[in-house]
C-alpha cells in the first residue's frame, strides 16, 4: 500500500501563488507516474498535471504556462507549483501515483482563489 499526504493548500487572490505537496509512504518502491488532479463542486475529477518517472509531463491546456509539476525521487515527493492562479482553478485537489499499475490517491488539499 501506499499512503499520500498532501499539503499547501489554502486561500490566496487571483494572481497569487501557491505550491502543493505530496509525500508517498509506506511501500514506494516501484512507483511510476505521479500526477496531480483537480475537483471543483459539481464537477468531475480532472487532470491538471502528471509526471512520468522518466521525466514526461503532461498539462490540462487550462494550466500550461502556470503551473508546473516536479518530483524529488529521493523524498518520494511530487510538488505541483501554481502562479498567476484564477478563480476557476478553485478545487481539490488530489495527488495520484500509480504502483505496479494500480492507482492511489491522496486526501485532497482546498485550494480557493478570490477575485
Known amino acids: 500500500q501506499v499512503q499520500l499526504l498532501e499539503s499547501g493548500g489554502g486561500l490566496v487572490q487571483a494572481g497569487g501563488s501557491l505550491r502543493l505537496s505530496c509525500k508517498a509512504s509506506?511501500?514506494?518502491?516501484?512507483?511510476?507516474?505521479m500526477a496531480w488532479y483537480r475537483q471543483a463542486p459539481g464537477k468531475q475529477r480532472t487532470l491538471v498535471a502528471g509526471?512520468?518517472?522518466?521525466?514526461?509531463?503532461n498539462y490540462a491546456d487550462s494550466v500550461k504556462g502556470r503551473f508546473t509539476v516536479s518530483r524529488d525521487n529521493a523524498k518520494n515527493t511530487v510538488y505541483l507549483q501554481m502562479t498567476s492562479l484564477k478563480p476557476e482553478d478553485t478545487a481539490v485537489y488530489y495527488c495520484?501515483?500509480?504502483?505496479?499499475?494500480?492507482?492511489?490517491w491522496g486526501q485532497g488539499t482546498q485550494v480557493t482563489v478570490s477575485s
Open positions: 509526471l512520468s518517472s522518466g521525466g514526461t509531463t
Open positions: 509506506g511501500s514506494v518502491f516501484g512507483i511510476g507516474l
Open positions: 495520484k501515483v500509480i504502483r505496479l499499475s494500480m492507482p492511489f
